[in-house]
């Protein structure tokens, strides 16, 4: 699914508006004793994985750290857009003239685009929670990124490739802009490195069958495979990689860590074990910091923490901070502006919100999935710290 179109704002918006224009200045005279934050995320639908985990770990963070803050009380809001991006801007502006929230928090790339000019012509500061297309922070001033960009892992991991021997690659991609961008960013560095990308095969977003792709891959006799999927589809593509016999065929798979999902590993078997990717989080990361998040998110959900859930948790940590550093004022340009250059320790690492770009800047760490007590995990191996998104770099 591409999110090439532009949004439309016709009517109903321009008379939303009016009232955006009222709540923004009812909100410039008194702070409100309740801080409402809507986050709207997909909780049905084939990407209910995702909004899940975002629904979890705001949860968990509320839970251990108190629905207070700067003596406001805190309400969180979660709506379901079921991956729709009209669905997401109508609800966005049910939360801002309805609910009269002061926070959004954003998911998927589809959805966060459409809800941008909502949160720009209301004055919303918005949290992109799960998003890795780096244009998304572009769309709004209001939009701060606690996530990822794909760029950040792709470019790393085209890197570790050819410094590893990797000279032909062939790349499988989710056909959405995600999947664009981590493949823009892979080819960049890998033929930069002396690589060659053989094909690039594009496969569909919805309902999947790797199978063909895969056996085109093989039949182009690479030795390395790059592929993205997004989070929720690693256990199905697993299952397909080893069908076809590429877990033992010696081609080489690597990908952001979206392929090696913290939330499918377990059920993969051995199809991705030795499989190396690039990624910002993994449950296995040594911290004594995120032990204890995982332990938390595992006794609260009864499954492992993923590189979704610290952006929800993140995204949580990064509101509450700004709101202490503002003394509760939830004025947008005020509540941004705290925001920017926060730093903190997180249980993926330290991380922080670049000043200039509104994007967060994170260590990447390359990883090799092993199995530890029967249970595949991602290993940890190579860190690349503080890495920035960077196609916003290089258009500097």
Known sequence: MRVTRRVAVGLPFAIAG???AVGTAAAQTATPETIKIGIVIPMTGVQAAVGREISDATKLYVTQHGDTVAGKKIELIVKDDQSVPDTAKRLAQELIVNDKV?????????????MAPLATEAKVPTVVMVSGTSIVTERSPYYVRTSFTLGQQSGIIADWATKNGSKKAVMVLSDWAPGAEAGKVFAQNFTKGGGQ???????????PDFSPFLQ?????????LFVFVPAGQ??????????RGLDKSGIKLVGPGDIVDDDDLPSTGDALIGVVTAGIYSAAHPSQLNKDYVAAYQKATGHRANFISVGGYDGMNLIYEALKKTGGNTDADT???????????????TISIDPRTRDIVQNVYIRRVQKVDGAPWAIEFETFPAVKDPLKEAAN
């Open 197 to 207: 990308i053989l094909d690039t095969l594009k496969v569909p977003l919805a309902n």
């Open 234 to 243: 690693a256990g199905t593509f697993a299952r397909q990689f080893a069908e």
């Open 18 to 20: 009016s009232y955006f």
């Open 335 to 349: 509540v941004v502006g705290a925001m920017k250059g926060m730093k903190w320790e997180s249980p993926r690492g």
């Open 102 to 114: 002061s926070f959004l928090g954003a998911g998927l790339t589809p959805s966060a685009m459409s």
């Open 216 to 224: 085109r891959a093989r039949d182009l006799q690479p030795d390395t």
